[in-house]
């Protein structure tokens, strides 16, 4: 039995900013993706639990400690207030990603950018179009879900999320086109 992994291709350059010049380049057009709808669920648990934690937390600050019972009190509940604020920083950092993160693809000069950010935070990949191959769509949950993915150097890269093929087919036929390479053909894959 033989498994197939993946491994993520290494862009030439990563950047980290707070800033973005598109100035000069060509977008490749991408839908969105739509996470909001997670994002409102996550944030509704993150304040149901955060009060939870709030509702332990307050009286702890204000127990007196005469005897070891008490000690042993309060050292169960602030040991158990500990690892639910593990849980609570989780789902805060989830909501935060799910609400906030967004991702942008475009062409500047001889690179493919690649844009994923985090509110104002941008992280550029960027990708030398001369060594892209195999620009193709991949499915990706159902016949009409697919995934724009390319090769570059040892490995594989996805640009955005599953979306229907006809999305997929302009942002692949856009990269394509704006890259100059014909061997960057987007082909169906099963």
Known sequence: MSSTSRQ????????????DDPAGSTPVPLPSRRTWPAGIVLA???????????KVIVPLLGHDVDTVGDLVTVLFQGFWVLGWSVGVLILFLLAVLFLFYR???RIKGNRLVHV???GCLRIFLEYDLAKIRNLRLENAGGPERVRIR????DGGVGLGDAMPRAAAERGARGAAFLSGTTRSRPAASA
């Not at 993520?8 to 800033?19: D, K």
């Not at 509704?44 to 709030?54: K, R």
């Not at 390319?150 to 150097?153: I, K, M, S």
């Open 8 to 19: 993520l291709a290494r862009p030439e350059r990563i950047r980290f900013s707070l800033f």
């Open 150 to 153: 390319f090769d570059y150097g």
């Open 44 to 54: 509704v648990l993150f304040a149901i639990f955060g009060g939870i934690a709030v």
């Open 116 to 118: 994923p950010r985090l």
């Open 103 to 105: 991702e942008s693809v």
